[in-house]
Structures are given as structure tokens and as C-alpha cells.
């Protein structure tokens, strides 16, 4: 009876994520939503409505709201407590680990690491660290190499860093959430707004000194905190801007952001929500961010050069790189938020000046994980996606 009562909640699980994707599908923009040159028309067609600064103010709200109310969170959330619980310290060279878990609703534990550096006496800048879509077990979310590098790396230049769980994944995917959930969009948004909240809440941040930083999946969590939260100060969204791709996760397009009744955009427009604040693009010659030279960034520009900003928008194409947040890639990376976070850059120097991450401790799954048998779930933990109160 209780495999019978299992298989039943997976079905209605799956026919409701199913019903969730479809119900709405005139507006709903899925993963290949255009062909190339499809994309780069659409980009010529409504840069004919913003031919001044003012015009594209108006039309960046307009975006705006169109995320915030197709993805149900107009209005917002009332903000409960984080009530952050600590795991202890860990002392690595030139930098510093504790796992924390923060409440973005009642009961809602969104779990992951604080990287500090070893001097934090001072005001310091503060950089969120989204994962992507990297499953596999020996490779996996926010633990994999590639994330504990440039979250060292940044610690080690100065900067305090939290990395967090995408919903589903690590110690939430284990208390039993789901990733490909028709509201995960909706809800790791939130948490990724919540995740500021507790950044800037900690001693010593410069509030004007907030970046976010992420890849794929978490590039669209980049650029989607950025348009909605002006907090944000910096913005390094990695191989996810295009014009022709709208995400091909449910937690990226299974929530009508990109097109309602009164509106539609993409991914660029998007992301050029964050002007006037410094952004950069960085891209690869084997995925949708290919054109990135010839296609997104150009738009950018003109947006950002209506702002009165065109230098503060910037990227960093590698034709030959492929998908991911490759060293290559973080060198781009490095000294980008240095620049406006005012950063220590040397701090990541050998004596030649040549970048490089020598000496950064890669910590196993295990001991990055929150809760224990020494630090128990409380008993009022949100087990799944469909048991949240908002």
C-alpha cells in the first residue's frame, strides 16, 4: 500500500509538471525557442523601440515586472527571518570554509558554503556564487572543482562568497525536493533574493560592493537576481546570454518571464536590465553564447551607451573553449570583479603575474554539507517543493 501511495504522488508529480509546462505554452519561451538568425531579427526588431534613454528605462520596467509577475512573486514574498545556522570553521591558505544554512521561508533551508578570507577586518565585498546545471555525482552543483576554485579564488582577493543549492540539489534534493518542479523557477529565485539578503546582513560587507557570478543554469540565476534586484552591483553571467536560447530547464522557462498579454523579450534584454551597473559576458564557440561578438553584445552596448555607460559593459569570447566555467574562462573572470569590487587581484599572482588557483583545498561532498547527526534538521523542515506556505 505505502509503494502504491509512492507511485501515485510521482504520477501526480509528473502529470502537474507536465500540465505546468504546457498549460500556458503561447507564453512559455523553451531552450531553442528561435533558429539564429530568428534570434538576432528579434533583437533588430525591438531595438526600434528604444531609441533613448528614456525609452528603454520604460521598457526595462516593463521587463522587469514581466519577470516578477510570471514568475508569481508580485508582490513579493514577505522576508521572514534567515535565521542562519553554522557548521565550524575550516582554515585553508589565504581563506577560510563554513557551511551555512539560511531559512528563505519558514522551514525552507537553502544550504551551501561561506568562503571568507583571511583577513576580514575590514569592509569587504561580497559575491554570490549560483551553480548550474552539473549533475553528475562525481560532478556535481556547487561542489564540483571548478565552483570551489573561483569561490577560493575570490575569498583569497578579498571578498566574503556564499555558494548555494539550487533547489533540488545537495542537501535539499536528499530531504526530498525536486529540481525539475513546474515552480522551481519561481522558487529558486526567491531563494537566490534571499541569499542576498543574508550576504549583505553579515558583518563587515560594503554593500556597494555585491556581485553575482554564476554559469549555465546559474548564469541564468546571474542575470535574473540582477533585473529584478538593484542591490546586485556587478553581474558576470558565463555562458547563458542569447538570443535564440531561453533556458532548457524547467527552473529557467517553465514560468511565463519572457512573454505575457502585455509583453515579450529574451535572454539579452534581460540581462541588459542590470545597466548602468558593470556587467561582462563571457562566452564559448560551442554552445548558444557562440554569437556573443556579433549578436548579444552589440545590443548590450547600445543599451549600455544609452545609459551613458558603454565602457562598463564588457566580454570574453573563447571560440575554441566549450561549456562550462573553466580556468579560461574564470581569467576573464578574476579580473573583472577586482576592477569594480576593488579586489586584491595580486592576491591570486604568482611572482611571474600569471593567475592561478595553486594551492586551494578541493573539498568531498560530505564535508560540505550542513546538517549532521551533531546538527539535526529542525523538526519543522520543509520536505519537499509542494509543502512550502508563501
Given at each position: 500500500?505505502?509503494?502504491?501511495?509512492?507511485?501515485?504522488?510521482?504520477?501526480?508529480?509528473?502529470?502537474?509538471?507536465?500540465?505546468?509546462?504546457?498549460?500556458?505554452?503561447?507564453?512559455?519561451?523553451?531552450?531553442?525557442?528561435?533558429?539564429?538568425?530568428?534570434?538576432?531579427?528579434?533583437?533588430?526588431?525591438?531595438?526600434?523601440?528604444?531609441?533613448?534613454?528614456?525609452?528603454?528605462?520604460?521598457?526595462?520596467?516593463?521587463?522587469?515586472?514581466?519577470?516578477?509577475?510570471?514568475?508569481?512573486?508580485?508582490?513579493?514574498?514577505?522576508?521572514?527571518?534567515?535565521?542562519?545556522?553554522?557548521?565550524?570553521?575550516?582554515?585553508?591558505?589565504?581563506?577560510?570554509?563554513?557551511?551555512?544554512?539560511?531559512?528563505?521561508?519558514?522551514?525552507?533551508?537553502?544550504?551551501?558554503?561561506?568562503?571568507?578570507?583571511?583577513?576580514?577586518?575590514?569592509?569587504?565585498?561580497?559575491?554570490?556564487?549560483?551553480?548550474?546545471?552539473?549533475?553528475?555525482?562525481?560532478?556535481?552543483?556547487?561542489?564540483?572543482?571548478?565552483?570551489?576554485?573561483?569561490?577560493?579564488?575570490?575569498?583569497?582577493?578579498?571578498?566574503?562568497?556564499?555558494?548555494?543549492?539550487?533547489?533540488?540539489?545537495?542537501?535539499?534534493?536528499?530531504?526530498?525536493?525536486?529540481?525539475?518542479?513546474?515552480?522551481?523557477?519561481?522558487?529558486?529565485?526567491?531563494?537566490?533574493?534571499?541569499?542576498?539578503?543574508?550576504?549583505?546582513?553579515?558583518?563587515?560587507?560594503?554593500?556597494?560592493?555585491?556581485?553575482?557570478?554564476?554559469?549555465?543554469?546559474?548564469?541564468?540565476?546571474?542575470?535574473?537576481?540582477?533585473?529584478?534586484?538593484?542591490?546586485?552591483?556587478?553581474?558576470?553571467p558565463v555562458v547563458m546570454v542569447s538570443a535564440h536560447f531561453f533556458g532548457g530547464c524547467i527552473c529557467e522557462s517553465g514560468m511565463p518571464v519572457h512573454e505575457s498579454d502585455?509583453?515579450?523579450?529574451?535572454?539579452?534584454?534581460?540581462?541588459?536590465?542590470?545597466?548602468?551597473?558593470?556587467?561582462?559576458?563571457?562566452?564559448?564557440?560551442?554552445?548558444?553564447?557562440?554569437?556573443?561578438?556579433?549578436?548579444?553584445?552589440?545590443?548590450?552596448?547600445?543599451?549600455?551607451?544609452?545609459?551613458?555607460?558603454?565602457?562598463?559593459?564588457?566580454?570574453?569570447?573563447?571560440?575554441?573553449?566549450?561549456?562550462?566555467?573553466?580556468?579560461?574562462?574564470?581569467?576573464?573572470?578574476?579580473?573583472?570583479?577586482?576592477?569594480?569590487?576593488?579586489?586584491?587581484?595580486?592576491?591570486?599572482?604568482?611572482?611571474?603575474?600569471?593567475?592561478?588557483?595553486?594551492?586551494?583545498?578541493?573539498?568531498?561532498?560530505?564535508?560540505?554539507?550542513?546538517?549532521?547527526?551533531?546538527?539535526?534538521?529542525?523538526?519543522?523542515?520543509?520536505?519537499?517543493?509542494?509543502?512550502?506556505?508563501?
Amino acid at each position: 500500500m505505502k509503494l502504491f501511495s509512492l507511485l501515485l504522488i510521482g504520477l501526480l508529480i509528473i502529470t502537474y509538471s507536465v500540465k505546468s509546462q504546457n498549460q500556458d505554452d503561447q507564453n512559455l519561451r523553451v531552450g531553442h525557442f528561435y533558429t539564429e538568425v530568428e534570434g538576432k531579427k528579434e533583437l533588430a526588431k525591438l531595438k526600434k523601440g528604444y531609441q533613448t534613454k528614456e525609452a528603454w528605462v520604460k521598457r526595462a520596467e516593463i521587463i522587469k515586472q514581466g519577470i516578477l509577475k510570471g514568475a508569481d512573486l508580485d508582490p513579493l514574498p514577505q522576508k521572514t527571518p534567515l535565521n542562519p545556522r553554522y557548521t565550524d570553521e575550516r582554515k585553508y591558505d589565504g581563506y577560510s570554509v563554513k557551511n551555512v544554512a539560511i531559512e528563505s521561508l519558514p522551514g525552507v533551508f537553502v544550504t551551501g558554503s561561506l568562503y571568507i578570507p583571511e583577513n576580514s577586518d575590514k569592509k569587504m565585498a561580497g559575491i554570490l556564487s549560483p551553480h548550474g546545471h552539473w549533475s553528475s555525482p562525481e560532478d556535481y552543483g556547487r561542489y564540483r572543482a571548478d565552483m570551489q576554485n573561483r569561490c577560493a579564488s575570490f575569498a583569497r582577493m578579498g571578498a566574503i562568497v556564499f555558494a548555494y543549492d539550487m533547489v533540488g540539489y545537495g542537501e535539499m534534493k536528499e530531504l526530498g525536493w525536486i529540481h525539475k518542479h513546474p515552480l522551481s523557477f519561481k522558487q529558486q529565485l526567491w531563494n537566490s533574493v534571499r541569499a542576498l539578503d543574508f550576504i549583505l546582513s553579515l558583518d563587515n560587507i560594503d554593500p556597494e560592493r555585491i556581485g553575482v557570478t554564476g554559469a549555465s543554469g546559474g548564469g541564468t540565476q546571474t542575470f535574473m537576481l540582477a533585473a529584478i534586484d538593484d542591490r546586485n552591483k556587478v553581474s558576470v553571467p558565463v555562458v547563458m546570454v542569447s538570443a535564440h536560447f531561453f533556458g532548457g530547464c524547467i527552473c529557467e522557462s517553465g514560468m511565463p518571464v519572457h512573454e505575457s498579454d502585455h509583453h515579450e523579450t529574451n535572454n539579452v534584454e534581460i540581462a541588459a536590465l542590470a545597466a548602468p551597473r558593470p556587467m561582462l559576458l563571457v562566452s564559448n564557440g560551442d554552445d548558444w553564447t557562440k554569437n556573443t561578438a556579433t549578436v548579444e553584445f552589440p545590443h548590450l552596448q547600445y543599451i549600455y551607451k544609452l545609459m551613458g555607460v558603454e565602457d562598463k559593459v564588457e566580454f570574453g569570447h573563447l571560440p575554441d573553449d566549450k561549456h562550462g566555467y573553466e580556468f579560461s574562462k574564470r581569467k576573464f573572470v578574476y579580473p573583472f570583479l577586482a576592477k569594480y569590487l576593488k579586489l586584491n587581484l595580486s592576491a591570486i599572482q604568482d611572482k611571474n603575474g600569471e593567475l592561478t588557483e595553486k594551492g586551494i583545498e578541493i573539498e568531498p561532498y560530505e564535508k560540505m554539507k550542513v546538517f549532521s547527526e551533531s546538527n539535526p534538521l529542525p523538526d519543522y523542515t520543509v520536505l519537499t517543493n509542494d509543502d512550502v506556505k508563501w
